[in-house]
């Protein structure tokens, strides 16, 4: 009935004007809905504070949002504070405050300022959403992208939450209430005031703390704070490192030295060994040459060997001076890396860093030991382990052979014809005849086992003397001969007789006697030269000086004949 007289009585004054006169009689002011009051703490409820705003009414406001749930509320009677007015009047006729709501209109004002004038915000990473975070920006909540944590990727934001720090306002639209913040914007920013800080003030030898940031096969950078350096692999530390990541990971803090600085590049390389002392120094003193030491097998290459006499202090064993008999062999199948040795020291270079050393000469030379134990003329036994064009290799110990050459096999036969009585892995016995230390050469000798049996014959063979021989062989240069049965001979094709016509090998049959004149006589060989043109033409002499001279008038033929018949009747 109430509510039909009242809209009578506004349908006869108009619906407009009325409800003026009524909102001027009930004290209701419908602008201040929206709007951001200050008020004081009355009192406290169980739910709500009271808040005398200066208007007809009280207000209340939730005491949830003074504090976090579970948390004492952060208000008490007599606080001043700003409220956001969201209704003059409820039902019950109480003006509806919020906190929050005033609190996001105070931040909002704020960050847009701060937004056009393109100014850091302070903020706190409070939750996580799907693809990033959320931050509260005093009031106004804000999403962090994932991408905009940090420079560079962060496993744990942890540490990041609940920590008040400042933001870059990225994007903002107050209609849809998005906000977009970025961290790493600041510290990219602060990253470049560092980096020009520092690179102002950057000189080589100055010592600075970092962190490693990344790791390479050739080294590793490392953040000065806005600018990297590189630290080489070799200047990590004065010994062998052959990867950094043996010495270095990621994010570890590190300090160095700066070694060199390019202003026009802004290339910093960075040393780590530096600032260490250096191992090298008096070196010579401490590695003399001749001394021997114990180090351990760093590096293996197809040179050599680099072996460690102390951290940051190595050396190189040529593989020359690896093995006394291990020729042309790799090195790692003569060592292993991280392998205990022995090592003698050849040569300290100090101003190259460089140590020679050697690991045969801490063993004794084989060949020095073989002539020791074993005098020219002893006789050894051993396998025959090779055989060559050239002679036999027969094996005195597991690392040395001597060698028989093709001459020293048999007196009689050539050295061609005796090589085929022998076969890889027989054992013989043969005579040391020469071992040459410096060298590595040991010359054996079979046929020196026995005798010479043509030794007597040369003791009595001498040159001019005329003796009989044997043809063994007819050859188109001339023939082989045999003198005593142990001699042997070579009569050359113009050597065979005085007169041109009869200097024909073919004359001659294999059996055949002949005499001839010993023109030279090699012992060595066992060897000799004969002539059968010679001995004629001394005869000739002879028989004319014995029967006759040109000068008497007879003839050759006469003087010849009569030595003949001289000699017949001798007979």
């Not at 008999?325 to 890396?337: D, E, L, Q, S």
């Not at 020291?345 to 000469?361: F, H, M, N, Y």
């Not at 005098?375 to 690392?399: H, M, P, Q």
């Not at 030269?529 to 002499?541: P, Q």
Request: charged share 30%; with cysteine.
């Amino acid at each position: 009935m109430a509510s039909a007289t009242l809209q009578s009585t506004t349908d006869h004054f108009g619906g407009e004007d009325f409800a003026t006169l009524l909102d001027e009689t009930l004290g209701r002011d419908t602008a201040f809905d929206g709007s951001v009051v200050t008020g004081r703490v009355v009192r406290l409820t169980d739910e709500f504070a009271i808040v005398d705003v200066g208007l007809k009414s009280e207000g209340r406001v939730a005491l949830k949002e003074f504090g976090l749930p579970g948390v004492t509320p952060d208000v008490k009677p007599g606080d001043v504070i700003e409220l956001f007015v969201e209704r003059y009047e409820d039902r019950d006729g109480s003006i509806v405050l919020s906190r929050e709501k005033a609190r996001r209109e105070e931040a909002w004002t704020n960050l847009e300022k701060a937004f056009e004038g393109n100014q850091r915000v302070n903020g706190t990473i409070y939750g996580r959403v799907k693809g990033g975070f959320t931050v509260d920006l005093g009031g106004a909540m804000a999403f962090l992208p994932g991408s905009q944590v940090d420079i560079r990727p962060v496993r744990d934001v942890t540490p990041l939450m609940g920590v008040p720090q400042p933001f870059q306002i990225l994007k903002m639209d107050r209609a849809r209430g998005n906000i977009v913040v970025s961290r790493r914007a600041v510290l990219e920013e602060t990253r470049a005031e560092q980096r020009s800080e520092l690179i102002q003030g950057l000189k080589e030898g100055m010592i600075l703390d970092g962190v490693v940031k990344n790791i390479t096969d050739y080294g590793a950078f490392v953040d000065l704070g806005g600018v990297d350096g590189l630290l080489h692999v070799t200047d990590i530390a004065w010994k062998r490192i052959n990867h950094p990541s043996e010495a270095l990971q990621i994010g570890q803090p590190v300090r160095v030295q700066v070694i060199r600085f390019n202003p026009d590049t802004q290339r910093i390389s960075l040393g780590m060994k530096q600032l260490e002392a250096d191992p090298w120094e008096n070196v010579a003193i401490k590695y003399p040459p001749g001394a021997r030491y114990s180090g351990r097998v760093t590096n293996i290459t197809d040179y050599g060997a680099f072996v460690e006499l102390e951290p940051g202090v190595e050396g190189l064993v040529h593989v020359s001076e690896m093995s006394w008999t291990k020729k042309n062999v790799h090195p790692g199948k003569i060592v292993a890396t991280s392998q205990e040795v022995d090592v003698m020291v050849l040569d300290v270079d100090s101003a190259k860093r460089r140590i020679s050393l050697g690991l045969k000469q801490v063993q004794r030379n084989p060949w020095e030991l073989f002539a020791e134990e074993h005098k020219i003329g002893s006789t050894v036994e051993g396998e025959i382990r090779n055989i060559t064009e050239f002679g036999l290799f027969v094996g005195l110990s597991a690392d040395i052979d001597g060698m028989v050459h093709m001459s020293d096999l048999s007196w009689d036969e050539v050295g061609e014809v005796a090589m085929t009585h022998y076969e890889k892995g027989q054992v013989v016995q043969a005579k040391v005849l020469d071992v040459d230390v410096e060298k590595e050469r040991i010359s054996l000798g079979i046929k020196q086992l026995h005798e010479d049996p043509a030794a007597d014959a040369l003791g009595k063979v001498q040159k001019g003397a005329v003796v009989t021989c044997i043809v063994t062989a007819v050859q188109s240069n001339g023939i082989e001969v045999k003198v005593d049965d142990v001699l042997t001979g070579f009569i050359r094709r113009a050597e065979l007789a005085r007169d041109k016509a009869d200097q024909r090998p073919e004359r001659f049959a294999v059996g055949e006697r002949v005499d001839a004149k010993i023109v030279s006589v090699d012992r060595a060989a066992r060897k000799l030269a004969l002539t059968i043109r010679g001995r004629e033409v001394e005869e000739d002499k002879q028989a004319i000086n014995e029967y006759g001279s040109s000068d008497s008038g007879a003839s050759l033929g006469d003087i010849l004949g009569a030595a003949i018949r001289r000699r017949n009747a001798e007979g």
